[in-house]
């Protein structure tokens, strides 16, 4: 097992850096035009695009920008660590932008998946033991739902009748509206305005993962290992939780992980419906006001956090499954 | 006889048939890859200096246990999977060296009947599709529809049924269509990976039967594959024994039976339950342990840490030196009579058998 | 059809088996009897569909979804009325059941020794070491070299033989008395299939249990069990001593069966399939469900469903043809059949 988790860290490292060429080739490289212009944010002044050209490098031959962006990721630069330059058009370091937004993202998600784990699991879980029954197209149908219903729509409709700013009946107006409030601030306060977001967000993913349960949970249960385990006389239960459930959770683990991870920069709707002021609403907007450097940010988090995920799926699957580690 | 006199003894053809498959020396080595930069740490010998020729006409059966390399012999004969060393030459022509191109022609006279007749069938295609995909491929000239349902009625189907699909017949049934698909382009060779295998006892008579007279109707000749030793004796005219990649023994079906002249061959003989109920119940030879690994080998002849006969030299669990040594060649024991042994087994042996209840 | 004696081990009268699918009603298991006693080995022989392998599902409790009647009396008790989880407490403990291939049917997430330590804390209270002890006598018993070591590796370190070996430690791990083993050799080597069923002979006489054994393979059948029923379409066809059905099979199909198979002692010029293919057990043929593909078949067989008779000894069989009929055909068709042996 340690032979295998170490192979699988540093072929991780590895990827982080072929993505970080990659992003600098996308961004620096490739694209016409000065690429100093294109830094210096919305409509920059001489100056500014010199010293954005003096900051960056920029006059300097390819591999030595590749030098200073990859040095300044891993030292840091004038503004700290990681080094990831200057919004000119919000007019604040990239990093201290980040640092804020990024806890309200991870809050939001991580509590999410939670909530959608558990949820997923066990609804799967008891659809594929009554399958066919009521309960069974019950679950189905609320997966569907989950599925099918827009996020936004769902979002305004909870925040129309949960919210105390909304406009439905005043019993069912417990919750605070839209809005992060930091843990320090008041943690009552924090808890609460997680709760609407992190459910809207978790019912579409509750969805899939208790069709995905369901599905391989089922499959399992057909397998010779189940007739065993029944005929040893264990109770039924025993059967489904220890022998049927460990064998079908795998394909689960490996989707969990790559969904939390492509989360961190995507939960944009989410975000702009509660107005989070997160990471994904932050590089929606630098997107379309071009502002490279914040793009670029969120690029290497975003892969950042796609590799690590991977890497803890991976390590998680052959903890499950033993015959993975002899790969 | 030096050893390679006895080498090319082994390869002489049958009296009246010229050779239409020659195998010699053919090897295939898996590499394994272990470690933290997944280094060559070893390889699997799945089949090590196989040599075998089939006549025309004639069926050679290939049997052994699992892991001896049966399939593998199989695969490297039709070009399914590359050899590590040693040549394949078909009707003549040395075919080791052709690329995928030069093998295209080639393939119409050289099929395979699979084992399972669930998977190998492609299960949205019709019976007529599938029987008749060869000739898509190879050009011919007639309604395709008709000589497919000829085809069909040849194998015991009804050609009515061109258009169901393979679920809609029964295991024997797909399995038919199976042997139509080979049969499709009047091929010369064909190989049957353990055709009756998956299929019920009552079925694989009527399946056997029909291939012996397919045989004799279109002038076939048959690589024979099983791990079932009735089977293999009906069908074959002579059988080759294998046992860790390589062949142990080579005779004809009927004096292999009775004279097996290799240790292993006597043990595998013993082993099949035969239901003897007239008293007569000899005890199966004794074998220790599992069929080993053919990953690395050890040195010397690749059964001698099981040979009973070994034993029976050399004392309990020891074993003569050349045999924990040196590898034992193929030699020619009797006209048509093979065996890979420094001590083939002679009248009068008694190896060491069970008890039996 | 009982046979008298002092130590009936399990005795089945009358069982039944249908499950209700889109199709149509399948009837498994069509009104089938027999007896087991301790320290014989009962060889069911059949082919697919025969329903031998749903004979025993049914009396172990691991059947779903179907309509099952009839009686299985167990000490005592039948279990086929028992509520589950009484039925859960024999399961495993007096009756256990090893299957046909043992790669699939270990979980391949938990180690060997763990799982069978499984089977053993299910029944009784013990702790996890005195319950790995056991483990560890019983997997040397049955001839697993390094059980100490060996309980630690996951099923897919073992090699074939070696699964099965410890499937069966994990079906003898509470002392049953009864031993259902379900195609233990069709998935297995043929050397590997000799050391497999020489050992499931010697924990029957060891253990002194009884042992059923289901299987397709006449051969094997010969080989290990005492007694031998035949089965076809859910029926028993022939059965009785292993010896008497033998040197003279009583039944067109046990005829059948005995001449389709390729003989390893002996060349055949050619061999005699059985015409046809076995029914669907959703409409099984009336009368005598073989009747279709009977070489010998006369007018009362496609009406009159025949019943067991007995001829002597505990050897019967179902069929109407007369026993006289029978020798004679018999005799006729195997000197037709070895003429040409060599």
């Given amino acids: 097992m ?56 920029l006059d ?145 993913y509750a969805a899939f993962y208790a069709r995905m349960t369901r599905g391989s949970l089922i499959e399992t249960m057909s397998e010779d290992y189940i007739r065993t385990a029944r005929a040893k006389g264990l109770s039924e239960r025993d059967v489904i939780v220890k022998h049927g459930l460990r064998a079908s959770l795998t394909p689960v683990v490996t989707m969990f992980a790559m969904d939390v991870a492509l989360l961190i920069g995507g939960a944009v709707i989410t975000e702009t419906v509660f107005n989070w002021q997160g990471v994904g609403s932050w590089v929606l907007t630098a997107t379309f006001n071009s502002n490279l450097p914040v793009v670029v940010a969120v690029v290497l988090l975003g892969a950042v956090f796609v590799v690590l995920f991977n890497l803890l799926a991976d390590i998680a699957y052959a903890w499950l499954d033993p015959r993975v580690r002899y790969q | 006889m030096s050893e390679a006199a006895t080498q090319a003894a082994a390869l002489e053809p049958r009296l009246r048939a010229e050779p239409l498959l020659e195998v010699e020396h053919l090897t295939k080595r898996f590499p394994i890859h272990r470690g933290l930069l997944q280094r060559t740490a070893g390889y699997v010998h799945a089949v090590e200096d196989v040599s075998f020729t089939v006549g025309r006409g004639e069926t050679l059966g290939l049997v052994g246990e699992s892991g001896c390399g049966k399939s593998t012999t199989a695969r490297l004969v039709l070009k399914l999977i590359e050899a590590t060393s040693g040549t394949v030459k078909f009707n003549g022509r040395d075919i080791t060296r052709f690329s995928r191109r030069e093998m295209r022609p080639l393939r119409r006279e050289m099929q395979i009947v699979f084992q399972d007749p669930y998977s190998s069938l492609n299960p949205r295609q019709t019976v007529g599709q599938i029987i008749g995909a060869p000739y898509a491929i190879h050009k011919t000239e007639g309604s395709r529809k008709r000589i497919v349902q000829e085809l069909m009625d040849r194998v015991g189907l009804n050609p009515e049924h061109y258009n169901r699909y393979p679920h809609e017949f029964s295991g024997g049934q797909r399995q038919r269509i199976g042997v139509a698909r080979a049969l499709a382009l009047s091929p010369k060779l064909i190989v049957c990976d353990e055709p009756v295998s998956a299929l019920d006892v009552s079925i694989q008579a009527q399946i056997l039967n029909l291939l012996q007279a397919l045989q004799r109707d279109f002038d076939l000749t048959y690589l024979f594959i099983s791990h079932d030793l009735g089977v293999v004796r009906h069908i074959s005219d002579r059988i080759a024994v294998m046992y860790l990649g390589r062949i142990v023994e080579i005779a004809p079906a009927d004096l292999l039976y009775s004279e097996p002249r290799h240790p292993y061959t006597a043990a595998l003989l013993s082993a099949v339950p035969k239901g003897r109920v007239d008293g007569a119940q000899t005890g199966r030879i004794v074998l220790q342990g599992d069929v080993p690994s053919p990953v690395d080998p050890p040195p010397g002849c690749p059964f001698h840490p099981r040979c009973p006969k070994a034993h029976l030299i ?30 083939p087994l002679e009248p009068g042996d008694e190896l060491e058998r069970a008890a039996h209840a | 059809m009982s046979i008298p004696s002092s130590d009936v081990l399990l005795e089945v009268r009358e069982l039944d088996v249908r499950f209700a699918t889109p199709d149509g009603v399948v009837h498994a298991v069509d009104r089938l009897s027999f007896s087991l006693r301790r320290g014989e080995t009962l060889g069911l022989v059949g082919e697919s569909g025969s329903g031998k392998s749903v004979t025993n599902l049914a009396l172990m409790g691991l059947i779903r ?278």
């Fill in chain 3, 65 to 342: 979804g179907a309509q099952i009647s009839g009686e299985a009396l167990f000490e005592g008790r039948d279990l086929l009325s028992l509520p589950a989880d009484e039925l859960r407490e024999i399961r495993g403990k007096e009756i256990a059941m090893i299957f046909q291939d043992p790669f699939a049917c270990l979980h391949p997430m938990y180690r060997v020794g763990d799982q069978i330590v499984e089977a053993i804390r299910v029944h009784s209270d013990v702790s996890k070491k005195q319950a790995e002890q056991r483990v560890i006598e019983l997997l040397g018993a049955v001839g697993i070299p390094r059980p100490k070591e060996r309980i630690r590796d996951y099923p897919h370190q073992f090699s074939g033989g070696m699964r099965q070996r410890a499937m069966i430690a994990m079906a003898l791990v509470n002392n049953p008395d009864i031993l259902i083993a379900d195609e233990p050799t069709t998935a297995l080597d043929v050397t590997v299939q000799a050391q497999i069923l020489e050992l499931i002979d010697r924990v029957k006489t060891e253990f002194d249990i009884g042992v059923i054994l289901i299987t397709h393979d006449l051969g094997v059948v010969a080989d290990v069990a005492q007694t031998v029923m035949v089965m076809y379409a859910g029926r028993g066809m022939e059965v009785g001593r292993k010896d008497d059905v033998f040197a003279q099979p009583l039944h067109p199909y046990t005829w059948g069966l005995l001449e389709s198979i390729p003989r390893v002692d002996q060349k055949v010029s050619g061999l005699r399939p059985i015409q046809g293919s076995p029914p669907s057990l959703i409409f099984v043929p009336p009368g005598c469900p073989f009747h279709p593909r009977c070489l010998h078949r006369f007018s009362p067989c496609d009406k009159e469903r025949p019943e067991f008779r007995d001829r002597g000894g505990g050897h019967a069989e179902a069929c109407h043809l007369s026993a006289d009929d029978k020798k004679r055909l018999w005799a006729e068709r195997q000197s037709r059949f070895l003429e040409a042996a060599v």
């Fill in chain 1, 60 to 204: 300097k031959p390819w591999y030595e920008q590749y030098g200073l962006f990859v040095k300044n990721l891993v030292t840091g630069d004038e503004y700290g660590w990681p080094g990831l330059g200057f919004s000119y058009d919000t007019r604040v370091p990239v990093r201290d932008e980040l640092l804020n937004r990024l806890p309200r993202t991870l809050f939001l998600v991580f509590g999410a998946a939670i909530l959608w784990a558990i949820m997923g699991i066990t609804i799967g879980v008891i659809s594929a033991i009554r399958k066919g029954g009521v309960l069974d197209r019950a679950a189905m149908g609320f997966a569907l739902f989950g599925v099918s219903a827009p996020v936004f729509w769902l979002g305004l409709l909870v925040l129309f009748l949960f919210a105390d700013t909304g406009g439905g009946p005043e019993q069912l107006q417990v919750l605070p509206g839209t809005g992060y409030v930091p843990f320090e601030e008041s943690p009552k306060e924090w808890f609460l305005h997680l709760i609407l977001p992190c459910t809207i967000l978790s019912l579409l």
């Fill in chain 2, 314 to 343: 050399a004392g309990k669990d020891a074993v003569p030196e050349v045999c924990r040594t040196e590898m034992p060649p193929l030699g020619r024991l009797s006209q048509d009579h093979y065996a890979a042994c420094w001590y």
């Fill in chain 1, 2 to 57: 340690a032979a295998y988790i170490v192979r699988r860290v540093l072929w991780a490292i590895v990827v982080v850096f072929v993505v970080t060429m990659l992003t600098f080739f996308i961004f620096y490289v490739l694209p016409p035009g000065d690429p100093a212009r294109r830094f210096a944010g919305k409509a920059p002044t001489e100056e500014t695009i010199a010293a954005v050209r003096e900051q960056f490098g």
